[in-house]
């Protein structure tokens, strides 16, 4: 059982149910109501419950293009891949260029060195950020985990999390880790579950990665169902926990739900603490 699970229960166990705002005294009030002597707590205060499953739609048939870290820009995708949206120097970080020629690769890596992030990556035509100053206004009412995580102004929610890919029979897991294809203000699409606004590469939706190409055994124009998964629902078999930083399987701190929980255990043991001083 994972540590913050057993803490989550003992908490609940040891606080008896903890209610939210626990309640002290009464005293009447001079119209007859009563009221609470203890102070409640203030709801705005109490951290969105990180635990709690939330149901992701599937975007089915949708057309992946691949992409790469460090792909030179062309005619039809002016855009350089040696940065991302949210990783100025992305392909520095990552450890140098994710080359896609099956033969300079090994595995579901390039030959030329270990990875220093997922090679599992993907990309969506959304940003949820502006400038690294602020984030779009429509972002904390459509993005489903947006109040549960509370990103600070400019930083991102949407890097790092994950998605399932199935085409057939086969399954994968990647890292939303840029944005894209061509478009990153694509809300309805990512967030409303309509068909993508972008018109090229036959409406492509989804760029996928050398290893989800390879591993899935598809290619640019393939069609694939999508769908956003928590990370404690990723299966912890595969190729996708083997590397990076960024891996929440080498590296717990980089689950993108990891802050939200330890700020919601900390809320619970406060809670139950307060309320053990009560009674």
Not at 88 to 115: L, S, T, V
Request: charged share 25%; hydrophobic share 30%; glycine share 6%.
């Amino acid at each position: 059982m994972k540590p913050y699970l057993l803490t989550f229960i003992l908490l609940v166990f040891l606080g008896e149910n903890l209610p939210l705002a626990a309640q002290g005294p009464s005293i009447t009030t001079p119209t007859g109501k009563t009221k609470s002597t203890q102070n409640k707590v203030d709801p705005a205060s109490q951290p969105v419950n990180p635990f709690l499953k939330l149901n992701y739609p599937w975007h089915k048939n949708i057309t992946v293009s691949v992409f790469w870290i460090g792909e030179k820009p062309t005619a039809r995708n002016p855009t350089p891949n040696a940065a991302s949206s949210w990783d100025r120097n992305w392909q520095k970080n990552y450890g140098g260029y994710d080359n896609p020629d099956p033969k300079a690769r090994i595995g579901y890596r390039p030959k030329a060195f270990i990875p220093r992030q997922n090679p599992f990556y993907i990309a969506l035509p959304y940003n949820d950020c502006i400038n690294y100053k602020l984030h779009k206004p429509e972002a904390k009412l459509l993005i489903p985990w947006f109040k549960r995580v509370n990103p600070r102004p400019g930083k991102t929610s949407c890097k790092g999390r994950w998605i399932k890919i199935v085409q057939n029979k086969k399954v994968c897991y990647a890292q939303w880790e840029d944005c894209g294809p061509f478009f990153t203000d694509d809300y309805n699409y990512v967030w409303r579950n309509r068909k993508p606004k972008n018109k090229q590469n036959k409406n492509a939706g989804l760029d996928i990665s050398p290893a989800v190409r390879d591993y899935m055994k598809i290619k640019s124009g393939s069609v694939v169902h999508w769908r956003f998964i928590d990370f404690k629902d990723v299966p912890k078999t595969g190729p996708w926990t083997q590397y990076g930083t960024n891996n929440p399987f080498r590296d717990p701190k980089q689950d993108p739900d990891y802050e939200a929980k330890v700020k919601f255990m900390k809320y619970l043991k406060k809670m139950r603490d307060h309320y053990r001083t009560k009674r």
